[in-house]
């Protein structure tokens, strides 16, 4: 009897995953569901004792079985791909069942929680302190002084939010997390409980994620005796990006409009119902057991600069290679996209790699040199954020995505502040007047549009949008008409 | 006790209820009317103003019902980089389904990517995009 | 129905001398309450009425504000 | 005054010593920890330009106009948001702040309509002052992009149009709505650019939504969004004036924003210590009853009633007036007359009617509508404490853990105070409600009472001896308290007798009807939940056992320790305006002011001293005494001042059999009111906005009311007062209130130190204001009861007279209704009909499918003393058995069925409880007909050219 290992990740099911297995099944194998490799490309991946396959087919199959398949990719772990990251919260990716204990604790699940019980509230904090580990949700706020805050913060109650409302075009790595290891996200949540002080912790997940609130549900429920007394539990979010704002995710759990609220009061202090809570993005509590299982020094070994550890990197859009990509900051993006991600899809020339979402600027080839850290996109007029990389060709006009920044800026304001409710209309009208007819005087408007809402939003939906519009300004002019366009 | 108001019984004493009410409410009835607001209102002890302007706020949510089923298709950027645009503007005209802008269902490498019944779909192109249509409806 | 008749008078004290029953001295409390509140006109006429119908507290009370009531 | 707005801080004040230094723009300045930077830049003297932020709402964050630059911090954090801290440096006029702010009103005027000159704002604007401040100059998007220019008015408020072309979607309206009032009508509809103000859900309009129009988003919002039809109708304010509302006992300070002679809008005013810059519809809006048609403006006299009237000078009126008193008094002995003085008319009319009486008509019988209300809490308060008066502040409420509220419907009565206890609730405080009804605060949107007790209407002392049963017996009396500040052997003897098993919850629930696991509890929440503050009304008064009531509530009070500090006490929420204040003034007719007994002759020789007169040293009649002594041919003369009896006092029918046996009733009124039918003299009286005095609200908070115009009769109503003196020969010479003042502060000491001049200068004075308390005494008892020693008393539960049966089954229980006041006289005469148009029945729907009523039909309510007719409302928040209805329209004649009952003590009268049969009805009852046929030919004029 074969044993075939096919993905349930939604991605690979997009790809046709369900049928595969179903062939496979037909054909008499044993069909296991494990998460994904982040091989993308490569999905639906059937994984027959270590070697690799795909993207298949259903029809494939006979020949896969025949052994007269030319889909093989070899030893799936010495791909290439995979050869050279450095996977710490993706270590279990593609190995593992994602609702199975068995597999879960086989593969070192739970020794985090249980090293964590072990230590005093200080003593946990003192190692994710240790570590290094920043926000992963794009601030890259030190985790263990946002934990050390909520611990000191006075309360009745403490909550931990893990934010799962992961909105951004171009990432997927929380969804693979809570799809894929979802073990792993409540270990991580209850230890960030037992730092905190908390009794409860809330996973907001976004509505567009059904397969990972599935997961997510069974996952907490599979495990609410060892965790217990804490308690877990999934929220589901409604149709909003701005959500993923800390303060707006957590009025809309307390059943309000996701507003932005103004800070201070930070979250830390008074946040959900008022009382201190740790907010935490989904890798960030993800990368916790590791760090209390492994040591803060495991961690910190690796990375580049103030940024340690590793970064899960998604590799998205138009790119030949796309899947999730873990290793140490201080990759470039050239190599990344280029050496990594192979290219474009279409094997056309990059135009410009979008990294950091919707919110983060549009980077042409002469950026390829940055490393992949908080810092140094920083000071290339950029931000990692969640490190999703969107890749395009040069078949894209920049001055539609300059539009479409604004665009849809202006269809996810929360509509609180002034300058992203009113501004990110004008924007739109604004960039097609100018695109309609050039002038200088509307180049300087949008210029001081994106001036007033950068330093005037009260969050980054408003003050991040000028990112993508002003990169695609300053990069590609001839795309808003204000110099002739020349073929290269 | 009607259905809404057993919904809300069904979360009551439950920490910040009133969208996993709203939820269940558009699962049940395909939309959240205002007779549904003014009896979740009162029954979480909130103004009707408020529970409308959450019902306003969220794109999930509808207050006038469309059987039509969905297709959620992703126009954000990564699917945009794989060109759902050229694909929108192929789709043939058509009544019978709503298709449903959504920024990003996380499947940004492997665009342009759709949720119809639940079930993802990725690598659209324009053809397969016309059968999930034809499929849904 | 006339009101400012004996009868309503007896009444007004019969509910003084009910509500002050609990007190340590019954007849001195109701007593004391209509001096305090009552126009000597309504005390004369409810004494020229005489006690009939009146609580013990109140007929003591009455005694001892109108010492000539019949 | 000239019109000048009031100055806004832009955030509130935060509580505590200024201990933080920061400089700003180079300015140092040391505020409390907490204050944010935009007000620590107020303060300063200095101005950030802003939006979204007002001092009366927490700070937001919006706008995005009020961003500073702060040496150490990134970015332009706004300065509403951002707490001072110390040696903070602040920089609030950077070239880049100013660059910012002209980017952010660029695009606030790039959705805003361009009709400055013709909107009913200009020159009253917030967002045209900000545009000015940050000098904007050009709108370089244009105006062809989206906008919500164009979008319908929503003129269904009677008072405000809501104009959303016009919003700039800063949410103050909102979170006046949510913060300041409580009720949570507004919301904002959708997101981002389609933001939009929205009163209930989409298809609601203001009228339909849950708006209880008290003008709180009116008055937040910066633009002409939200503003006073009025203000569109007559134009901006000009001159202002500061004075105190004449509705009902919280006494709010307003701006009387005026045009001309013409009043343009009431606007709370924010130092008013009373209100804080809240106000509720009726003193915010219904102030056009000032200027309605129906004032009577000349007076009038007849002989007889059945005459019409005829108008006359004010020579002749008071001289026939004056005449007649002398001749009945002469006719009948000076026991004839009396008068009533007004809980509407100011402390100083008030101390006057009663001088009238005490030194004119030389006998006591001056009585005060007080009788009919609040004169249980004289007696209860005075008997237990010492003084007849609540022991709190307003303020009092912030500090209170356990609300216990018992006979009150503040949300509807008392609805600005409400909105400050909701905001308490809010914040956490716990909540008993003991009500025979689901009155809005035992649930209404975030916030629901711990323990509502439905009591059985007339079974107060039994409930509250019940509660003092489970707190004696439980052993949670505060012990140390008791010891220290009570009489002991009082003490005992009254925890003996609330420890008798006949008072335990269990025996009395057969009585009570309340649930005795429900009633242990309270109480428990009650003795043991920090600060408990008990507030009643006139569900607690107006009862066989009124001053019982009150007693037993003192009671609770002192054994669970709740008295003589901040958070506590016992606060009676007195109905009129001036109840407090007419009480003070000797309107009661066994004492003089502050409450001293006419028997103690040295209180008697200083008033005989200062009005050169003997005092009677007798009580005089109370208001049902001076009716059973007309009935009775004893008395004949009544001179009634802004009271209308045959409408608010008890059995209609009594009180009108009183009045027609007597030969002279003068009534003094705006209105030719119900009691006019029977009148022979009508004075016209006055507005509270055509004269100068004092009101003294619920807190012993004495407030300057000020003249805003000048009196459409001619005459203040001391003046009228005085000129009938006078007529009767006295030698009264008063220039001004302030010397009737000056007069009363001589002769009371709890008013020693009160004077105009220092009401001028203060604000306002809590009484008792005297040498031991030189800036008055917002909370009392502190360290000890005004009488030594607090005094526990036994109230016995004595069961109403007023029985259920087969004839009446129901107990009828009688209330009033936000939007209306009293008897309507004033409301009715206001756009407020809209909202109550006429009384209804309300009655459970078990009752109501019995006897085959459904909502809006017509039924007949009949007691022992008369019938009715009025319209049913099938409503389960009353409790089956009991029907409830309020009294504010004449039609209704509520009072024909409520019973000459009244309270042991004080003869208030038991309007709380009345046994009643409902029944299905075609039209009006005979009483009515026969009423309204004698009101019509009872209020004939004949209009003949006066002198």
């Given at each position: 009897m074969i044993t075939v290992r096919i993905s349930d990740d939604s991605l690979a099911i997009a790809c046709g995953a369900d049928e595969v297995a179903a062939a496979f099944e037909a054909a008499g194998c044993t069909v296991e569901r494990v998460s994904s490799w982040g091989m993308h490309w490569l999905e639906p991946l059937a994984d027959i004792a270590g070697q690799g396959f795909g993207p298949l087919a259903p029809e494939d199959v006979p020949a896969v079985l025949a052994g007269t398949s030319d889909k093989g990719i070899g030893c799936i772990e010495d791909h290439p791909f995979l050869a050279r990251q450095q996977r710490f919260t993706f270590a279990r990716a593609g190995k593992t069942r994602p609702l199975d204990m068995g597999d879960y604790i086989a593969a070192g699940g739970w020794a985090g929680l249980r090293a964590a019980e072990r230590l005093s509230p200080a003593e946990i904090i003192a190692r994710v302190t240790a570590s290094g580990l920043r926000g992963r949700g794009g601030a890259g706020f030190p985790t263990g002084i946002k934990w050390q805050t909520v611990a000191n913060a006075f309360g009745n109650r403490k909550y931990v939010v893990c934010n799962a409302d992961e909105g951004d075009s171009g990432t997927f790595a929380d969804r693979m997390v809570m799809e894929g290891d979802p073990f792993m996200l409540v270990e991580g949540l209850a230890i960030a409980g037992l730092a905190i002080g908390a009794q409860k912790a809330f996973v907001y997940i976004r509505s567009e994620y059904p397969h990972a609130i599935a997961k997510m549900h069974a996952a907490i429920a599979a495990s609410a005796d060892l965790v217990a007394p804490f308690e877990i539990e999934v929220r589901v979010g409604a149709g909003a990006y701005v959500c993923g704002e800390e303060t707006a995710l957590l009025n809309s759990i307390e059943g309000k409009r996701g507003e932005v609220r103004a800070k201070p009061p930070l979250p830390a202090i008074e946040g959900l119902f008022g009382q201190p809570t740790a907010v935490n993005n989904v890798l960030t509590l993800a990368a916790v057991p590791f760090i209390l299982a492994q040591g803060a020094e495991a961690y910190a070994a690796v990375g580049f600069g103030r940024s340690r550890g590793t970064m899960p990197i998604q590799l998205a859009g138009n790119v030949r290679h796309g899947g999730l990509f873990e290793a140490g900051f201080g990759l470039t993006l050239g190599e990344l996209v280029e050496a990594i991600g192979g290219g474009t899809a279409s094997g056309r020339p990059i135009r410009a790699v979008q990294v950091g979402g919707p919110l983060g600027a549009y980077h042409p080839p002469s950026d390829f040199h940055v490393p992949i850290d908080y810092e140094s996109f920083a000071a290339a007029d950029g931000l990692i954020g969640h490190a999703g990389l969107t890749v395009f060709d040069d078949s894209v006009d920049m001055g539609d995505m300059a539009r479409f920044a604004m665009a849809f800026c202006a269809a996810e304001s929360c509509g609180k502040c002034t300058p992203c409710r009113i501004g990110s209309t004008r924007g739109v009208e604004l960039i097609d007047r100018l695109r309609a007819a050039p002038t200088a005087g509307d180049a300087a408007l949008l210029e001081d549009l994106c001036e007033t809402m950068r330093f005037g939003s009260l969050c980054a939906l408003g003050g991040f949008t000028p990112y993508p519009v002003l990169s695609a300004l300053k990069h590609w002019p001839q795309h808003f008409g204000l110099i002739p366009e020349t073929t290269p | 006790m009607d259905l809404v108001a057993a919904i809300v019984a069904a979360h009551a004493g439950r920490e910040g209820p009133l969208l996993p009410i709203l939820h269940d409410v558009q699962a049940a009835q395909g939309h959240v009317s205002e007779e549904a607001i003014r009896t979740i209102a009162h029954g979480l002890n909130l103004s009707r103003a408020e529970v409308h302007g959450v019902v306003s706020f969220y794109h999930d949510f509808r207050t006038q019902p469309d059987p039509r089923p969905v297709v959620k298709l992703c126009r954000a950027e990564a699917c945009q980089a794989r060109g759902v645009e050229a694909l929108v503007a192929a789709l043939p005209p058509q009544n019978q389904v709503r298709i449903e802008t959504v920024y990003c269902l996380g499947l940004c490498s492997a665009g342009p990517a759709a949720l119809a019944a639940g079930r993802p779909h990725a690598r659209l192109d324009a053809a397969k995009l016309a059968a999930l249509v034809e499929a849904a409806t | 129905m006339s009101s400012h008749t004996p009868e309503k008078l007896a009444y007004m004290a019969n509910q003084i001398a009910r509500n002050l029953a609990e007190q340590a001295d019954p007849a001195a409390a109701v007593a004391s309450h209509i001096r305090t509140f009552w126009n000597p006109a309504m005390i004369a006429a409810l004494a020229r009425a005489g006690a009939t119908g009146l609580e013990p507290a109140a007929e003591q009370a009455l005694r001892s504000l109108a010492p000539d009531a019949g | 005054m000239g019109y000048e707005p009031q100055a806004d801080l832009g955030t509130p004040a935060a509580i505590g010593a200024a201990t933080v230094t920061l400089a700003i723009d180079g300015r140092s300045i040391t505020v409390p920890p907490g204050t944010s930077v935009m007000r620590a830049a107020a303060l300063a003297g200095g101005s950030i330009p802003r939006l979204c932020a007002t001092d009366s709402l927490e700070a937001f964050g919006s706008c995005r106009l009020c961003l500073v630059e702060i040496d150490g911090m990134r970015g332009t954090p706004a300065s509403c948001t951002t707490p001072v801290a110390e040696g903070m440096a602040v920089h609030t006029q950077t070239p880049r702040l100013q660059t910012l702010r002209r980017g952010v009103m660029e695009l606030y005027i790039s959705d805003h309509p361009l009709d400055c000159l013709t909107c009913s704002a200009n020159g009253d604007c917030e967002l045209q002052e900000q545009a000015a401040a940050v000098g904007l100059r050009d709108v370089r998007y244009g105006f062809d992009g989206a906008s919500h220019l164009g979008q319908p008015v929503d003129g269904s408020n009677p008072y405000f149009d809501f104009d959303p072309s016009k919003c700039i979607a800063c949410s103050r309206c909102v979170r006046a709505c949510d913060e300041v009032q409580g009720t949570l009508a507004l919301t904002i509809q959708g997101r981002g650019f389609a933001s939009k103000v929205s009163a209930g859900l989409a298809s609601d309009d203001f009228l339909g939504s849950e708006c209880v129009s008290c003008g709180a988003c009116v008055q937040a919002c910066p633009t002409a969004t939200l503003q006073e039809k009025s203000v569109k109708e007559i134009g901006k304010p000009e001159r202002s004036v500061v004075t105190t509302c004449a509705y009902c006992g919280v006494g709010c300070t307003f701006r009387a924003e005026m045009r001309g002679e013409q009043l343009v809008r009431m606007v709370p005013w924010k130092d008013g210590k009373a209100n804080h810059g809240h106000s509720c519809v009726k003193g915010r809006f219904a102030w056009g009853y000032a200027q309605?048609?129906?004032?009577?403006?000349s007076p009038m006299i007849r002989e007889s009633i059945d005459q019409p009237w005829r108008e006359v000078s004010w020579e002749e009126a008071l001289a026939h007036t004056a005449a007649e008193l002398k001749r009945i008094a002469a006719r009948y002995g000076r026991m004839a007359l009396g008068g009533i003085t007004s809980s509407r008319c100011t402390n100083e009319e008030t101390f006057l009617v009663q001088k009238l009486v005490r030194a004119g008509f030389h006998n006591n019988n001056v009585d005060t509508c007080a009788r009919v209300c609040h004169s249980p809490t004289g007696y209860g308060l005075k008997t237990t404490f010492g003084t007849s008066a609540g022991t709190q502040d307003f303020d009092s409420v912030e500090q209170a853990d356990v609300i216990l509220v018992i006979g009150a419907n503040p949300t509807d009565g008392h609805p600005v105070f409400a909105s400050r206890m909701k905001r308490r609730l809010r914040q956490g405080a716990k909540l008993i409600v003991i009500d025979p009804r689901r009155i809005d605060l035992v649930r209404s949107p975030h916030n629901a009472a711990t323990h509502h007790l439905p009591l059985r209407p007339g079974t107060n002392v039994a409930v509250l001896t019940a509660m003092a049963h489970v707190i004696v017996t439980e052993g949670l009396a505060d012990q140390a308290f008791i010891r220290e500040r009570c009489d002991a052997d009082e003490y005992a003897h009254w925890a003996d007798f609330v420890s008798e098993t006949r008072h335990s919850p269990e025996f009395l629930a057969p009585v009570t009807g309340v649930d005795p696991a429900e009633l242990r509890a309270a109480a428990r929440l009650y003795a043991t939940g920090g600060n408990g503050a008990i507030y009643y009304g006139l569900g607690v008064t107006e009862h066989s056992q009124g001053s019982s009531t009150v007693m037993a509530i003192a009671n609770l009070a002192m054994a669970t320790g709740n008295i003589g500090r901040p958070g506590v006490g016992v606060n009676p929420l007195r109905g009129q305006n001036n109840v407090q204040g007419a009480c003070d003034m000797g309107s009661f007719p066994h004492e003089l002011s502050g409450y001293r007994h006419v028997s103690d002759a040295g209180v008697r020789a200083l008033f005989e001293g200062e009005w050169g007169v003997a005092i009677d040293p007798e009580p005089g009649l109370r208001i049902p005494n001076m009716l059973d002594a007309a009935t009775d041919g004893t008395f004949k003369a009544i001179y009634i001042q802004g009271e209308d009896i045959l409408q608010s006092d008890p059995d209609t029918r009594h009180v009108a059999a009183g009045l027609a046996a007597m030969e002279c009733v003068i009534v003094h009124d705006l209105f030719l009111n119900e009691t006019a039918n029977y009148a022979h003299v009508f004075l016209p009286g006055s507005t509270f906005l055509e004269k100068n005095g004092t009101f003294t609200n619920a807190e012993r908070r004495i407030q300057l009311v000020r003249k805003v115009m000048e009196p459409l009769n001619g005459y203040e109503d001391w003046q009228v007062t005085q000129e009938l003196a006078r007529a009767m020969g006295l030698d009264w010479n008063y220039a001004h209130p302030r010397e009737i003042m000056d007069e009363i502060a001589r002769l009371t000491p709890t008013f020693a130190g009160v004077s105009h001049a220092r009401l001028e200068a203060e604000g306002s004075l809590q009484w008792p204001v005297n040498d031991a308390a030189p800036h008055g005494t917002?909370?009392?008892?502190?360290?000890?009861f005004v009488r030594g020693k607090g005094k526990f008393v036994v109230t016995e539960y004595v069961p109403t007279d007023e029985r259920t049966g087969p004839r009446f089954p129901l107990l009828l229980t009688t209330g009033r209704i936000l939007s209306q006041y009293n008897v309507g006289a004033q409301t009715r005469r206001t756009a407020n009909v809209v909202w109550h148009e006429e009384d209804r029945l309300e009655i459970h729907p078990a009752d109501a499918e019995n006897r085959g009523i459904s909502s809006g039909d017509w039924v007949k309510l009949a007691s022992r003393s008369g019938e009715t007719t009025l319209r049913a409302l099938v409503t389960d928040r009353v409790a089956p058995g009991v029907v409830y209805t309020t009294f504010h329209h004449p039609e209704t004649q509520a009072n024909v069925v409520t019973t000459d009952y009244s309270d042991w003590a004080t003869n208030c009268p038991e309007y709380k409880v009345t046994a009643v049969q409902v029944a299905p009805s075609n039209g009006p009852s005979a009483w009515q007909q026969d009423y309204d046929a004698l009101s019509h030919r009872a209020r004939r004029i004949t209009r003949e050219p006066a002198e």
């Amino acid at each position: 009897m074969i044993t075939v290992r096919i993905s349930d990740d939604s991605l690979a099911i997009a790809c046709g995953a369900d049928e595969v297995a179903a062939a496979f099944e037909a054909a008499g194998c044993t069909v296991e569901r494990v998460s994904s490799w982040g091989m993308h490309w490569l999905e639906p991946l059937a994984d027959i004792a270590g070697q690799g396959f795909g993207p298949l087919a259903p029809e494939d199959v006979p020949a896969v079985l025949a052994g007269t398949s030319d889909k093989g990719i070899g030893c799936i772990e010495d791909h290439p791909f995979l050869a050279r990251q450095q996977r710490f919260t993706f270590a279990r990716a593609g190995k593992t069942r994602p609702l199975d204990m068995g597999d879960y604790i086989a593969a070192g699940g739970w020794a985090g929680l249980r090293a964590a019980e072990r230590l005093s509230p200080a003593e946990i904090i003192a190692r994710v302190t240790a570590s290094g580990l920043r926000g992963r949700g794009g601030a890259g706020f030190p985790t263990g002084i946002k934990w050390q805050t909520v611990a000191n913060a006075f309360g009745n109650r403490k909550y931990v939010v893990c934010n799962a409302d992961e909105g951004d075009s171009g990432t997927f790595a929380d969804r693979m997390v809570m799809e894929g290891d979802p073990f792993m996200l409540v270990e991580g949540l209850a230890i960030a409980g037992l730092a905190i002080g908390a009794q409860k912790a809330f996973v907001y997940i976004r509505s567009e994620y059904p397969h990972a609130i599935a997961k997510m549900h069974a996952a907490i429920a599979a495990s609410a005796d060892l965790v217990a007394p804490f308690e877990i539990e999934v929220r589901v979010g409604a149709g909003a990006y701005v959500c993923g704002e800390e303060t707006a995710l957590l009025n809309s759990i307390e059943g309000k409009r996701g507003e932005v609220r103004a800070k201070p009061p930070l979250p830390a202090i008074e946040g959900l119902f008022g009382q201190p809570t740790a907010v935490n993005n989904v890798l960030t509590l993800a990368a916790v057991p590791f760090i209390l299982a492994q040591g803060a020094e495991a961690y910190a070994a690796v990375g580049f600069g103030r940024s340690r550890g590793t970064m899960p990197i998604q590799l998205a859009g138009n790119v030949r290679h796309g899947g999730l990509f873990e290793a140490g900051f201080g990759l470039t993006l050239g190599e990344l996209v280029e050496a990594i991600g192979g290219g474009t899809a279409s094997g056309r020339p990059i135009r410009a790699v979008q990294v950091g979402g919707p919110l983060g600027a549009y980077h042409p080839p002469s950026d390829f040199h940055v490393p992949i850290d908080y810092e140094s996109f920083a000071a290339a007029d950029g931000l990692i954020g969640h490190a999703g990389l969107t890749v395009f060709d040069d078949s894209v006009d920049m001055g539609d995505m300059a539009r479409f920044a604004m665009a849809f800026c202006a269809a996810e304001s929360c509509g609180k502040c002034t300058p992203c409710r009113i501004g990110s209309t004008r924007g739109v009208e604004l960039i097609d007047r100018l695109r309609a007819a050039p002038t200088a005087g509307d180049a300087a408007l949008l210029e001081d549009l994106c001036e007033t809402m950068r330093f005037g939003s009260l969050c980054a939906l408003g003050g991040f949008t000028p990112y993508p519009v002003l990169s695609a300004l300053k990069h590609w002019p001839q795309h808003f008409g204000l110099i002739p366009e020349t073929t290269p | 006790m009607d259905l809404v108001a057993a919904i809300v019984a069904a979360h009551a004493g439950r920490e910040g209820p009133l969208l996993p009410i709203l939820h269940d409410v558009q699962a049940a009835q395909g939309h959240v009317s205002e007779e549904a607001i003014r009896t979740i209102a009162h029954g979480l002890n909130l103004s009707r103003a408020e529970v409308h302007g959450v019902v306003s706020f969220y794109h999930d949510f509808r207050t006038q019902p469309d059987p039509r089923p969905v297709v959620k298709l992703c126009r954000a950027e990564a699917c945009q980089a794989r060109g759902v645009e050229a694909l929108v503007a192929a789709l043939p005209p058509q009544n019978q389904v709503r298709i449903e802008t959504v920024y990003c269902l996380g499947l940004c490498s492997a665009g342009p990517a759709a949720l119809a019944a639940g079930r993802p779909h990725a690598r659209l192109d324009a053809a397969k995009l016309a059968a999930l249509v034809e499929a849904a409806t | 129905m006339s009101s400012h008749t004996p009868e309503k008078l007896a009444y007004m004290a019969n509910q003084i001398a009910r509500n002050l029953a609990e007190q340590a001295d019954p007849a001195a409390a109701v007593a004391s309450h209509i001096r305090t509140f009552w126009n000597p006109a309504m005390i004369a006429a409810l004494a020229r009425a005489g006690a009939t119908g009146l609580e013990p507290a109140a007929e003591q009370a009455l005694r001892s504000l109108a010492p000539d009531a019949g | 005054m000239g019109y000048e707005p009031q100055a806004d801080l832009g955030t509130p004040a935060a509580i505590g010593a200024a201990t933080v230094t920061l400089a700003i723009d180079g300015r140092s300045i040391t505020v409390p920890p907490g204050t944010s930077v935009m007000r620590a830049a107020a303060l300063a003297g200095g101005s950030i330009p802003r939006l979204c932020a007002t001092d009366s709402l927490e700070a937001f964050g919006s706008c995005r106009l009020c961003l500073v630059e702060i040496d150490g911090m990134r970015g332009t954090p706004a300065s509403c948001t951002t707490p001072v801290a110390e040696g903070m440096a602040v920089h609030t006029q950077t070239p880049r702040l100013q660059t910012l702010r002209r980017g952010v009103m660029e695009l606030y005027i790039s959705d805003h309509p361009l009709d400055c000159l013709t909107c009913s704002a200009n020159g009253d604007c917030e967002l045209q002052e900000q545009a000015a401040a940050v000098g904007l100059r050009d709108v370089r998007y244009g105006f062809d992009g989206a906008s919500h220019l164009g979008q319908p008015v929503d003129g269904s408020n009677p008072y405000f149009d809501f104009d959303p072309s016009k919003c700039i979607a800063c949410s103050r309206c909102v979170r006046a709505c949510d913060e300041v009032q409580g009720t949570l009508a507004l919301t904002i509809q959708g997101r981002g650019f389609a933001s939009k103000v929205s009163a209930g859900l989409a298809s609601d309009d203001f009228l339909g939504s849950e708006c209880v129009s008290c003008g709180a988003c009116v008055q937040a919002c910066p633009t002409a969004t939200l503003q006073e039809k009025s203000v569109k109708e007559i134009g901006k304010p000009e001159r202002s004036v500061v004075t105190t509302c004449a509705y009902c006992g919280v006494g709010c300070t307003f701006r009387a924003e005026m045009r001309g002679e013409q009043l343009v809008r009431m606007v709370p005013w924010k130092d008013g210590k009373a209100n804080h810059g809240h106000s509720c519809v009726k003193g915010r809006f219904a102030w056009g009853y000032a200027q309605h048609q129906d004032r009577v403006l000349s007076p009038m006299i007849r002989e007889s009633i059945d005459q019409p009237w005829r108008e006359v000078s004010w020579e002749e009126a008071l001289a026939h007036t004056a005449a007649e008193l002398k001749r009945i008094a002469a006719r009948y002995g000076r026991m004839a007359l009396g008068g009533i003085t007004s809980s509407r008319c100011t402390n100083e009319e008030t101390f006057l009617v009663q001088k009238l009486v005490r030194a004119g008509f030389h006998n006591n019988n001056v009585d005060t509508c007080a009788r009919v209300c609040h004169s249980p809490t004289g007696y209860g308060l005075k008997t237990t404490f010492g003084t007849s008066a609540g022991t709190q502040d307003f303020d009092s409420v912030e500090q209170a853990d356990v609300i216990l509220v018992i006979g009150a419907n503040p949300t509807d009565g008392h609805p600005v105070f409400a909105s400050r206890m909701k905001r308490r609730l809010r914040q956490g405080a716990k909540l008993i409600v003991i009500d025979p009804r689901r009155i809005d605060l035992v649930r209404s949107p975030h916030n629901a009472a711990t323990h509502h007790l439905p009591l059985r209407p007339g079974t107060n002392v039994a409930v509250l001896t019940a509660m003092a049963h489970v707190i004696v017996t439980e052993g949670l009396a505060d012990q140390a308290f008791i010891r220290e500040r009570c009489d002991a052997d009082e003490y005992a003897h009254w925890a003996d007798f609330v420890s008798e098993t006949r008072h335990s919850p269990e025996f009395l629930a057969p009585v009570t009807g309340v649930d005795p696991a429900e009633l242990r509890a309270a109480a428990r929440l009650y003795a043991t939940g920090g600060n408990g503050a008990i507030y009643y009304g006139l569900g607690v008064t107006e009862h066989s056992q009124g001053s019982s009531t009150v007693m037993a509530i003192a009671n609770l009070a002192m054994a669970t320790g709740n008295i003589g500090r901040p958070g506590v006490g016992v606060n009676p929420l007195r109905g009129q305006n001036n109840v407090q204040g007419a009480c003070d003034m000797g309107s009661f007719p066994h004492e003089l002011s502050g409450y001293r007994h006419v028997s103690d002759a040295g209180v008697r020789a200083l008033f005989e001293g200062e009005w050169g007169v003997a005092i009677d040293p007798e009580p005089g009649l109370r208001i049902p005494n001076m009716l059973d002594a007309a009935t009775d041919g004893t008395f004949k003369a009544i001179y009634i001042q802004g009271e209308d009896i045959l409408q608010s006092d008890p059995d209609t029918r009594h009180v009108a059999a009183g009045l027609a046996a007597m030969e002279c009733v003068i009534v003094h009124d705006l209105f030719l009111n119900e009691t006019a039918n029977y009148a022979h003299v009508f004075l016209p009286g006055s507005t509270f906005l055509e004269k100068n005095g004092t009101f003294t609200n619920a807190e012993r908070r004495i407030q300057l009311v000020r003249k805003v115009m000048e009196p459409l009769n001619g005459y203040e109503d001391w003046q009228v007062t005085q000129e009938l003196a006078r007529a009767m020969g006295l030698d009264w010479n008063y220039a001004h209130p302030r010397e009737i003042m000056d007069e009363i502060a001589r002769l009371t000491p709890t008013f020693a130190g009160v004077s105009h001049a220092r009401l001028e200068a203060e604000g306002s004075l809590q009484w008792p204001v005297n040498d031991a308390a030189p800036h008055g005494t917002p909370v009392m008892h502190i360290d000890g009861f005004v009488r030594g020693k607090g005094k526990f008393v036994v109230t016995e539960y004595v069961p109403t007279d007023e029985r259920t049966g087969p004839r009446f089954p129901l107990l009828l229980t009688t209330g009033r209704i936000l939007s209306q006041y009293n008897v309507g006289a004033q409301t009715r005469r206001t756009a407020n009909v809209v909202w109550h148009e006429e009384d209804r029945l309300e009655i459970h729907p078990a009752d109501a499918e019995n006897r085959g009523i459904s909502s809006g039909d017509w039924v007949k309510l009949a007691s022992r003393s008369g019938e009715t007719t009025l319209r049913a409302l099938v409503t389960d928040r009353v409790a089956p058995g009991v029907v409830y209805t309020t009294f504010h329209h004449p039609e209704t004649q509520a009072n024909v069925v409520t019973t000459d009952y009244s309270d042991w003590a004080t003869n208030c009268p038991e309007y709380k409880v009345t046994a009643v049969q409902v029944a299905p009805s075609n039209g009006p009852s005979a009483w009515q007909q026969d009423y309204d046929a004698l009101s019509h030919r009872a209020r004939r004029i004949t209009r003949e050219p006066a002198e």
